[in-house]
């Protein structure tokens, strides 16, 4: 019995064995978060509601169909919080840890395990990566922890040390993992004129999403023992689009809403509101206004924010940062008439342009897809601009919400479920889950020219 299961497991692709893990962790995590124990008796919950709590928290989407603070117990949240780090750090990242603790070994299988789970092209070095995710994620969960529970119960938010430090943990994690699940009791709009809150858990957001390779890099240039240390080109190009991204999200929300929904606000409300959500609409979904009093031009905006997402090897989704500025810098080489996409004295190689242009092709037909099924289902009873909104925050692993997700047919939350799952797992996996192995062609037909545009 044992010896087949081995065999069974050999058997199977990494994809395919990342893809039944996530999915048997969503299944068993749905069943407890239905039990009687995780659910308050005030509540009621569905089975179905709470697979769709389940794959949004292990995806760390934060789309929810019931509140977070009304329905679930403190085990209820803490399982949660479990599925918040097996979502943001990865699954065979957690698990492959706990078989090192136990003194296994990590065999060739684990480590091309890892290599998917993490979004990784190589082999080299994954161990050494594994241990460094870990233990960075669980620094800078401490660390946010023990400022929120400590800020929580100064500022008067809370009246006893145990509910600052639950409350302060657990937005810490949900921050850096970048899930979007609170457990406030008004969401995060309590915290509207709260600078301190927004800040910390934007620099939370912005680690979980900047991806871990460009941790690691940082923490290599800030404390390793280099003479001439070199940050990547992946970094360099990370660091520099996840700026920009920011940068254009936040003037443009601030340009569209300042004679709209900021109109009545400070100046400094409107700039720390634009701030916060151009940060948090790329991956972590957390909300410190009512989205649906915004303009149809910034649920637009922050759809195509959601649709791009955080980095490559990080807690979040959507097609990456890396996807999108290779796009961007190949329009504009070809505009230029350069034969090679060149940026920081480098040039991207050919394989990665082609990689970029056909992960947003299949994320853009699939969303197309999705978006006219639900749609179409749903009847057009809901405007188009708050089911593309939908769909995005799915898509990109975001949880921003207009209020449509609870209100859509299971059919339709199904759909939602399974864009949180692929954004979860990445598209690039997925592709390459169907791409045949690589071997030399036999022979070449002759080359034709096409009329193009």
Same mark, same amino acid.
């Given at each position: 019995?044992?010896?087949?299961?081995?065999?069974?497991?050999?058997?199977?692709?990494?994809?395919?064995?990342?893809?039944?893990?996530?999915?048997?962790?969503?299944?068993?995590?749905?069943?407890?978060?239905?039990?009687?124990?995780?659910?308050?008796?005030?509540?009621?919950?569905?089975?179905?509601?709470?697979?769709?709590?389940?794959?949004?928290?292990?995806?760390?989407?934060?789309?929810?169909?019931?509140?977070?603070?009304?329905?679930?117990?403190?085990?209820?949240?803490?399982?949660?919080?479990? =599925?918040?780090?097996? $979502?943001? &750090? #990865?699954?065979?990242? /957690?698990?492959?840890?706990?078989?090192? %603790? +136990? !003194?296994?070994?990590?065999?060739?299988?684990?480590?091309?395990?890892?290599?998917?789970?993490?979004?990784?092209?190589?082999?080299?070095?994954?161990?050494?990566?594994?241990?460094?995710?870990?233990?960075?994620?669980?620094?800078?969960?401490?660390?946010?922890?023990?400022?929120?529970?400590?800020?929580?119960?100064?500022?008067?938010?809370?009246?006893?040390?145990?509910?600052?430090?639950?409350?302060?943990?657990?937005?810490?994690?949900?921050?850096?993992?970048?899930?979007?699940?609170?457990?406030?009791?008004?969401?995060?709009?309590?915290?509207?004129?709260?600078?301190?809150?927004?800040?910390?858990?934007?620099? =939370?957001?912005?680690? $979980?999403? &900047? #991806?871990?390779?460009? /941790?690691?890099?940082?923490?290599?240039? %800030? +404390? !390793?023992?280099?003479?001439?240390?070199?940050?990547?080109?992946?970094?360099?190009?990370?660091?520099?689009?996840?700026?920009?991204?920011?940068?254009?999200?936040?003037?443009?929300?601030?340009?569209?809403?300042?004679?709209?929904?900021?109109?009545?606000?400070?100046?400094?409300?409107?700039?720390?509101?634009?701030?916060?959500?151009?940060?948090?609409?790329?991956?972590?979904?957390?909300?410190?206004?009512?989205?649906?009093?915004?303009?149809?031009?910034?649920?637009?905006?922050?759809?195509?924010?959601?649709?791009?997402?955080?980095?490559?090897?990080?807690?979040?989704?959507?097609?990456?940062?890396?996807?999108?500025?290779?796009?961007?810098?190949?329009? #504009?080489?070809?505009? /230029?008439?350069?034969?090679?996409?060149?940026? +920081?004295?480098?040039?991207?190689?050919?394989?990665?342009?082609?990689?970029?242009?056909?992960?947003?092709?299949?994320?853009?037909?699939?969303?197309?897809?999705?978006?006219?099924?639900?749609?179409?289902?749903?009847?057009?009873?809901?405007?188009?601009?708050?089911?593309?909104?939908?769909?995005?925050?799915?898509?990109?692993?975001?949880?921003?919400?207009?209020?449509?997700?609870?209100?859509?047919?299971?059919?339709?939350?199904?759909?939602?479920?399974?864009?949180?799952?692929?954004?979860?797992?990445?598209?690039?996996?997925?592709?390459?889950?169907?791409?045949?192995?690589?071997?030399?062609?036999?022979?070449?037909?002759?080359?034709?020219?096409?009329?193009? #545009?």
């Amino acid at each position: 019995m044992i010896v087949h299961r081995k065999r069974l497991i050999q058997r199977l692709s990494p994809t395919q064995f990342i893809i039944l893990g996530y999915l048997a962790v969503i299944l068993i995590a749905s069943v407890l978060l239905y039990m009687p124990f995780s659910v308050k008796e005030s509540a009621e919950l569905s089975w179905f509601e709470a697979l769709f709590t389940s794959t949004s928290a292990v995806s760390v989407t934060g789309l929810t169909v019931v509140n977070t603070y009304e329905t679930f117990t403190p085990i209820g949240n803490l399982i949660l919080l479990i =599925l918040f780090q097996i $979502g943001g &750090i #990865g699954i065979m990242t /957690l698990g492959t840890f706990v078989w090192i %603790l +136990f !003194g296994r070994s990590v065999t060739l299988t684990h480590r091309r395990w890892i290599m998917i789970d993490q979004n990784r092209s190589s082999l080299a070095g994954l161990v050494r990566l594994l241990r460094h995710v870990f233990f960075l994620a669980f620094a800078i969960e401490l660390i946010g922890a023990v400022i929120f529970s400590v800020y929580f119960y100064a500022a008067g938010y809370v009246s006893t040390w145990s509910r600052a430090v639950y409350e302060g943990f657990y937005h810490s994690i949900a921050s850096f993992t970048n899930s979007g699940f609170d457990i406030f009791p008004g969401s995060m709009t309590q915290f509207a004129d709260d600078y301190f809150v927004q800040i910390v858990t934007a620099l =939370l957001i912005i680690l $979980g999403a &900047i #991806g871990f390779p460009v /941790l690691i890099e940082v923490r290599e240039y %800030l +404390f !390793g023992k280099h003479e001439h240390f070199h940050f990547s080109l992946f970094t360099k190009l990370t660091a520099l689009t996840y700026l920009l991204l920011f940068i254009l999200g936040a003037l443009s929300l601030w340009l569209i809403e300042r004679d709209l929904y900021f109109a009545d606000m400070a100046w400094h409300e409107k700039w720390f509101h634009a701030f916060f959500h151009s940060v948090t609409t790329r991956s972590a979904g957390f909300a410190v206004l009512d989205v649906n009093e915004l303009s149809a031009a910034s649920h637009f905006l922050m759809s195509i924010l959601m649709f791009i997402g955080a980095s490559p090897s990080s807690a979040g989704g959507g097609i990456r940062t890396t996807t999108f500025i290779v796009i961007i810098l190949t329009l #504009g080489a070809y505009l /230029l008439g350069r034969r090679e996409v060149r940026i +920081f004295r480098r040039s991207i190689k050919q394989e990665d342009i082609i990689k970029s242009f056909v992960v947003f092709t299949a994320a853009t037909m699939l969303l197309v897809l999705s978006i006219v099924f639900i749609d179409s289902t749903e009847n057009s009873r809901f405007s188009l601009h708050q089911v593309i909104f939908e769909v995005c925050s799915a898509f990109g692993t975001t949880g921003l919400s207009s209020g449509l997700a609870s209100r859509l047919l299971p059919i339709s939350q199904g759909v939602l479920m399974i864009l949180m799952f692929l954004g979860r797992i990445g598209l690039l996996s997925i592709l390459f889950h169907f791409m045949p192995l690589r071997r030399r062609e036999a022979f070449h037909y002759p080359k034709e020219d096409i009329i193009i #545009g």
